[in-house]
């Protein structure tokens, strides 16, 4: 059987990867669940069009790229485990996740509440992280690429169209890459493509999160183009009234036009939304998995995206789930930008009507075909020409002069907010960790130098100190106390040999940390984080007799057991203080695993022999025994001890008394006696 414009179904990509059924088709791919036939594992793959496959120069650049995403290791990227070519078919085989995608989540609930729209995006922002980190750009960072397990584990997928930083100004000039709705200004005028694009298209994700729908739309991928290039996305709180107005503020900062203004990359777009969380109190809650999610084939989205590359220099329109359509550069060059209308404040997402002739009527060119096709009145042209060169009149007559950014490294973050407010500039506070600048003190400032226009954005890092050891809860997760290290800028790892049994916490939980919270550590330091194994496994009660109880105790406890209750008892031939027996008796295993330790309480008889009776006392006394003088005048404290009973080294129970005889004449009487 084949699919409809795909792949005959268990088709054998270089005898090894099966392809087993659809999952979901773009105007580029399709993508398959698949089985690796090698390995014996499910994957995904995505299967490039037939087409791209005649075209030598993006076959070789794709397998470059393919590279790149397989290079990265997260727990929220979409593992690629290889790549391939065959002559007819240009593919990717991935890690295959069981669930649906952010797109499907939407599509269900409308929009998020606060908390699980942060909750999503964390992951997403903590994947995009690592890609900055490697010199990756996602580029195309949309709800269909964030996908969601069936345990409501988030992934970001796609990175197989990613491209080096290094290498990004090799993108062709003439196509738009991405998607239209989700796209950065830049992206859309120069074709630029860096960490601070993903994070305005991160931004946008949020937005539509928030509210349920993009803060764009339009009946062209043309109009919802200009918007980003000139509208200031608005606050979803105009949309939805009662989200938080530092979630609105962070809205903002991320998408803000000017790409200098926005978060630096993924990671400070994070540390931003986990302050905003902090601040707003927002709590971290599951993240459900899609009730329809990869086991169908995707249905078609109202939200046109545009194709990464042109086929053969056409446009052309490709069936798909955002609508997917090649459009170039070129198209954008018939709508001139100082007439497109700005559309006054509204409460919600603004449609925009393309400009231009209208179909099936000729473009004459000049101002009144620009006007809508048809030829205006002398009058409304002069008015227009006239409103033209008047509002550049009063530009040029009202424009501000840009201002220098003021070198605030090295001071406090107060005195820095200050001086660069003075100078007419909107400060960010971005708080990152330092082994080197003391806290509160201020790194570096991004822009780092040059000149701004009033009212525009820096960001100013400031030390918070050296990186700590966080506080780890026992039983907590690997992933929340993997993000914890990573907030203090530190490393986590596994060691197997170091986990241990515990008997409160569930097996693979977290038990402790190494080194302890609390500790001071330098940047990118490594802590291991210690699991624990579950409940000991049940093993025999030790021998712990003739023991003392703290040695006994932990005996007990290394065999997995616990002293429930200790009891004194007198055995004549145990020392006081040492283990007699327990029960249950060494050697059993019971399942409820508590023992009884019973512990001697003898007194061990002190030589009395030629101690004074004054002396003898005292010293019986204070073991909790009594004396008697049998033999002797035992009122004569100075009068000495010659013989005792019972004697030395004896063991009587607590209140036992001793008789002792001393030197002074009288009669021994029962001297020896009890």
């Keep these: 059987m084949q699919e409809k414009g795909g792949l005959q179904m268990a088709t054998l990509l270089e005898q090894r990867y099966r392809v087993d059924a659809p999952l979901a088709r773009g105007g580029m791919s399709a993508v398959y669940r698949g089985m690796d036939t090698r390995l014996e594992r499910p994957v995904a793959i995505k299967v490039m069009d037939h087409r791209f496959a005649e075209d030598r120069s993006f076959v070789d650049r794709f397998e470059r790229e393919a590279r790149a995403a397989a290079s990265l290791h997260h727990p929220n990227v979409i593992a690629v485990h290889d790549q391939g070519f065959d002559g007819d078919h240009v593919f990717l085989v991935m890690e295959l996740v069981d669930g649906g995608t952010l797109r499907d989540l939407l599509t269900e609930r409308g929009r998020l509440a606060v908390p699980l729209a942060l909750s999503v995006l964390e992951p997403v922002l903590s994947a995009l992280a690592a890609a900055h980190a490697a010199g990756l750009v996602h580029r195309d960072v949309k709800p269909e690429n964030v996908l969601i397990g069936k345990q409501g584990m988030v992934k970001v997928g796609d990175f197989g169209l990613v491209k080096a930083m290094a290498s990004a100004g ?10 239209v709705a989700y796209l950065s200004p830049e992206q859309v005028t120069t074709g630029a493509t860096t960490a601070r694009g993903d994070v305005y298209s991160a931004g946008i994700l949020l937005y539509e999160m928030l509210t349920g729908t993009p803060p764009y739309v339009g009946d062209t991928p043309i109009s919802v183009a200009y918007r980003h290039v000139n509208d200031d996305v608005p606050p979803p709180s105009q949309l939805v009234p009662g989200i938080p107005q530092a979630l609105d503020e962070l809205v903002l900062r991320a998408t803000r036009r000017d790409p200098a203004v926005r978060p630096a990359d993924a990671a400070a777009f994070l540390h931003e939304l986990n302050q905003v969380r902090t601040l707003i109190g927002s709590p971290a809650v599951p993240i459900p998995s899609p009730s329809h999610g990869q086991q169908t084939m995707p249905r078609a989205a109202d939200v046109p995206t545009i194709q990464t590359a042109p086929v053969q220099g056409q446009r052309q329109t490709v069936p798909g789930r955002q609508g997917t359509k090649a459009m170039l550069r070129s198209d954008l060059d018939g709508v001139p930008r100082p007439l497109i209308q700005r559309d006054p404040p509204q409460t919600g997402p603004q449609q925009v009507q393309p400009r231009g002739p209208k179909p099936g009527r000729p473009n004459t060119g000049g101002l009144g075909a620009r006007l809508g096709g048809r030829k205006k009145p002398k009058w409304l042209i002069i008015a227009v020409v006239f409103a033209l060169v008047a509002g550049i009149g009063t530009y040029f007559l009202t424009r501000t002069e840009p201002v220098a950014i003021p070198n605030v490294v090295g001071k406090d973050s107060a005195a820095a907010t200050t001086e660069i407010e003075k100078a007419g500039l909107v400060v960010t506070v971005v708080q990152t960790r330092s082994d080197t600048i003391n806290k509160n003190k201020v790194i570096r400032t991004d822009p780092p130098t040059g000149t701004l226009i009033p009212g525009s954005g820096v960001n100013i890092y400031v030390s918070a100190g050296p990186p700590i050891v966080p506080q780890v809860e026992a039983g907590a997760t690997i992933q929340a106390v993997e993000q914890a290290l990573k907030a203090q800028d530190l490393k986590a790892t596994l060691n197997a040999e170091e986990d241990e049994f515990d008997n409160k916490v569930a097996k693979g939980s977290v038990l402790r940390v190494s080194p302890s919270p609390g500790t001071q550590l330098k940047l990118g330091d490594t802590v291991t984080i210690i699991l624990s194994k579950g409940e000991a496994p049940l093993q025999p009660l030790p021998d712990v007799s003739g023991q003392t109880e703290d040695e006994a105790r932990r005996l007990v406890q290394e065999a997995g057991w616990e002293v429930e209750t200790v009891r004194q008892q007198f055995a004549p031939n145990v020392d006081g203080g040492k283990v007699i027996s ?34 003898a006392r005292d010293i019986v006394d204070k073991l909790g025994l009594r004396l008697d003088v049998a033999f002797g005048n035992g009122n004569d404290n100075r009068a000495r001890v010659f013989a005792q009973a019972p004697g030395a080294r004896n063991r009587v ?20 006696g009890n």
């Design 170 to 179: 090799n993108t062709s000039n003439s196509v738009i890459l991405g998607t």
């Design 582 to 615: 327990t029960s249950p008796g060494a050697g059993q295993v019971v399942q409820d695993k508590r023992v009884t330790l019973i512990i001697s309480n003898a007194v061990v008889v002190p030589d009395l022999n030629n101690r004074t009776v004054e002396e």
């Design 653 to 672: 129970e607590k209140g036992s008394t001793v008789r002792v005889g001393v030197r002074g004449g009288g009669f021994f009487g029962n001297f020896g």
